[in-house]
């Protein structure tokens, strides 16, 4: 199924608006969709996006899903495998990278002093 993002020439971003927090994260993590044609129902497209976490903040359980990711840290820390309570995990600092397939599980997260994360999600072209 072919993709269907909007073409976007080099544009300038206002990184002081556009963020939501996406569904089931904390307050304090928020992310801003660069271009997007995912339908995670019919299992097809992709998102690119920024996220980004406050300093502090945490995510208590870890994520799992049915499309590819790569991550990318730009800038910060992002502490991977924390618990419940936001202690322990393993630090990262930028640059860093992560590329998951399907079914991995991955996480939690914590952030000591806040970081961006440049994220693309899609699904693999022949529907697996």
Known sequence: MPMNKPHIEF???DMNSGWATPDG?????????LASDIDESKKSGSRTRLLR???????????????W????????????????????????????????????FHGPFKSDKG???YEIHYYDESGK
Not at 53 to 67: I, L, Q, R
Not at 81 to 103: I, Q, V
């Open 11 to 13: 544009t300038k971003l």
């Open 25 to 33: 994260y904390p307050s304090g993590i928020k992310q801003k969709i």
């Open 53 to 67: 976490f406050d300093p502090g903040v945490y995510t208590t359980a870890p994520f799992v899903h049915d499309h």
């Open 69 to 104: 990711e790569e991550v990318y840290l730009m800038s910060g820390d992002l502490i991977v495998g924390n618990d419940s309570h936001g202690k322990g995990g393993e630090p990262f600092l930028s640059p860093t990278y992560a590329c998951r397939p399907p079914g991995v």
């Open 115 to 117: 970081c961006l994360l």
